[in-house]
């Protein structure tokens, strides 16, 4: 069976390629690798630069950035665009890229700016040169770095994203995919959601409203899930068991939302206590839906040393 795909530094899989030559195993991938088929990639590597080898870096020479070695003042910025579009133009199938953070070849958020030829950096940081390429061809899948999964809420959407599009391209049935996600899609954004729900509900979809269906699940997941949205869809799946329930069980429900509103509560607790309801009611077509288990269980890690971090 298909798993979804991911692209990532090959630095991130233990392999010895770092500049320094040290090896790094990333936790985060190392949990990833039975669930998921990993391609690795090494920019720097990949243009012919040694292990160990001089740093590199962007610097900034008047409205260009350029890829940098100080110590002997090469440019290396066409050989790395160069290798990183033929990379990228080459790319069969892909669901996601986890790259090195900070890196001055994979970066896409914080890679540190370097005024030319000078020790210091300025504040402003930007992108790698093929973390750059990446973002811009592939903007409507999953990208982030190493430093940014250590955050729960990150990883979560992360996982979330890449498991959803795998079970998009592995469902034989659209509207079967739709029936077990709806939920986790209208999670993203409603108006979307409407337009998925319009395209399912045509009495002869066609070839043509199968391909439109696919692009509009990539957009809805390019949506961010804000807290207001996720309330309101707990509190409708919610609202079916109340006639069930006494006035004390109902006020604690509510108790935990206004919690988790403050922050002061992970969305996942209330979704394990929307599903002690479902399971006590038997409600077979809430249980079965993906968004109360988007992606393997065994993935799930409440670790979290990125505190702070924004999505």
């Known amino acids: 069976m298909r798993k979804p795909r991911l692209i990532i530094s090959k630095c991130l899989n233990s392999e010895k390629c770092r500049y320094n030559g040290q090896i790094y195993d990333d936790k985060v991938i190392s949990l990833l690798r039975k669930y998921v088929d990993l391609e690795t990639v090494c920019p720097e590597t990949g243009i012919g630069l040694k292990v160990p080898r001089n740093p590199i870096r962007i610097e900034k020479h008047d409205d260009k950035y350029k890829l940098i070695e100080p110590s002997s003042n090469m440019d290396y910025t066409s050989q790395m665009t160069e ?9 069969e199938d892909v669901d996601g890229f986890v790259l090195k953070s900070r890196s001055p070849s994979c970066g896409i958020k914080d890679v540190k700016i370097y005024p030319k030829s000078q020790k210091c950096s300025i504040s402003k940081k930007g992108q790698g040169v093929f973390g750059a390429k990446v973002v811009e061809k592939y903007s409507n899948i999953p990208i982030e770095d190493e430093g940014r999964l250590k955050n729960y809420n990150i990883r979560d959407e992360f996982l979330t994203k890449i498991f959803t599009i795998n079970n ?3 469902e034989n049935s659209i509207l ?24 399912v509900n045509k009495e002869n979809m066609d070839d043509d409203d199968i391909n439109i269906y696919k692009i509009k699940v990539y957009e809805i997941l390019n949506s961010k899930r804000d807290k207001t949205r996720k309330i309101r869809l707990i509190k409708d799946c919610f609202r079916k068991y109340e006639a069930y329930l006494n006035e004390k069980e109902i006020d604690y429900f509510d108790d935990l939302l206004k919690l988790y509103e403050k922050e002061k509560m992970p969305f996942s607790s209330i979704m394990v206590a929307l599903q002690i309801y479902a399971i006590r009611f038997d409600d077979k077509d809430l249980l079965n839906q993906t968004f109360f288990k988007p992606y393997p269980i065994e993935l799930i890690s409440i670790t979290d040393s990125g505190k702070g971090r924004n999505l």
């Open 83 to 91: 290798f990183a579009e033929e990379f990228l133009n080459n790319i």
């Open 168 to 170: 998009l391209k592995c």
């Open 176 to 199: 079967d995919f739709h029936n077990k996600n709806s939920l986790l899609l209208k999670s993203y954004n409603e108006d979307i959601y409407d337009d998925l729900n319009s395209i």
